[in-house]
């Protein structure tokens, strides 16, 4: 599976190709009716891709991608940092879960171009050029493939970061990448006290206030 995320004035567009150990092509694109980031557009061309790829019952799946940034934070090699991204790659990793083989390997863009996927495709694969090509799908996406519900817990956003501070606890069922983050962003905290502090770029501590002292 070759997939492939595109901004620009126009909007925001995602293309996959699927390709068969027979060598039969499946094409398909979508638009992406909603504002987002490319890192995010790539992300989403991905998850459609898988998201078909369970549909047809596919077992084995090798997945291409031509951004290294994705490709190393679904492995796990790279730290999720971007808030935004974290619920696509845990998304993608429970996508996988529904693949008895699948591997994510960085491709360069070259490679990639979806323009010229299909005149590639014999270059980068063992295939027979008389492939079957089947038409190409071409769909709209008028929300994001995940969408986070953020539940109000009423506690301050700072609480997770006072509490490692404190005691070195992490957040109940917190994965690695999580706990990882909250150790980096304690570094920029300071607790006096019962009083949590913030360092700002010029090293001035501001005071941490929940909704309550606000």
Not at 143 to 170: G, H, L, T, W
Request: neutral net charge; charged residues 30%; aromatic residues 10%.
């Amino acid at each position: 599976m070759l997939f492939d995320g595109a901004s620009n004035e126009l909007g925001h567009g995602i293309e996959v190709v699927l390709i068969s150990p027979e060598g039969k092509v499946f094409p398909l694109t979508a638009k992406l009716c909603f504002e987002c980031t490319h890192n995010i557009a790539e992300y989403e061309a991905c998850i459609l891709g898988l998201q078909v790829a369970c549909d047809m019952s596919i077992k084995k799946l090798k997945v291409l991608g031509d951004l290294m940034l994705v490709i190393h934070q679904v492995k796990e090699e790279w730290e999720t940092r971007d808030a935004k991204l974290v619920p696509y790659s845990h998304y993608v990793t429970k996508l996988s879960q529904n693949f008895e083989k699948i591997s994510f390997d960085h491709v360069p863009r070259k490679d990639n171009r979806m323009a010229d996927a299909l005149a590639t495709l014999p270059v980068m694969f063992d295939l027979n050029l008389e492939f079957e090509l089947h038409p190409i799908q071409i769909t709209k996406r008028d929300v994001p493939a995940y969408c986070m519900n953020v539940r109000n817990d009423n506690k301050p956003s700072y609480f997770d970061i006072k509490q490692y501070i404190k005691y070195r606890e992490y957040p109940y069922k917190a994965s690695e990448n999580e706990k990882r983050t909250i150790r980096r962003l304690a570094m920029n905290f300071f607790l006096s006290g019962k009083v949590l502090y913030k360092r700002n770029h010029d090293m001035v501590l501001l005071r941490c206030v929940d909704e309550e002292e606000a």
